[in-house]
């Protein structure tokens, strides 16, 4: 049941952002559901969990997008394995440290696809980057982290993601 309802949520996360997502911009940039999901999952879970997540999810934007096959999906599985690391260090109760841990986990996963994009021989200014898209991006992520955790939390430990 548990797989079912992750994969429904990472469903509803992909659908929101290609669609509904497109007309609610904060600074230019619009909320990025599938990391902050990933996020989640791998504080709740570990790193071998976060990153299996972190691929899947990675996997399936990339088919959406339709361009460079696997970049997110190698972006998201080192964030969600990096992520997983704190999953028996962190106090996962606190939103706000969930919060904290979401921006990181933004400027660190934005990090990686920059200098992947580098590494193809894309040049996007390091500024125009950081200031116009991880920064702005961290911080909308930020507060959608802010707003969801609670109920994933208690869903997590009592609910239908309970590990078994």
Do not use: C
Not at 123 to 133: D, K, R
Not at 144 to 163: E, K, N, P
Request: net charge positive.
């Amino acid at each position: 049941m548990r797989i079912l309802v992750l994969a429904l949520l990472l469903g509803l996360a992909l659908l929101l952002e290609s669609t509904v997502l497109q007309f609610v911009l904060v600074a230019g940039v619009k909320p990025d559901l599938v990391l902050v999901l990933v996020v989640f999952y791998a504080i709740t879970n570990g790193p071998r969990e976060g990153a299996f997540l972190g691929f899947m999810g990675g996997l399936a934007q990339d088919f959406l997008s339709g361009y460079y096959l696997g970049l997110n999906a190698l972006s998201f599985t080192v964030i969600g394995y990096l992520v997983g690391l704190g999953h028996t260090r962190l106090f996962k109760e606190s939103p706000f440290i969930l919060a904290g841990v979401a921006f990181l986990a933004t400027v660190a996963f934005e990090g990686v696809k920059y200098l992947l994009i580098l590494g193809l021989g894309i040049a996007v200014p390091p500024g125009e980057a950081l200031w116009g898209l991880i920064l702005p991006l961290g911080v909308y992520n930020s507060a959608v982290a802010l707003l969801f955790y609670r109920r994933y939390y208690l869903s997590a430990t009592r609910g239908l993601l309970r590990s078994p």
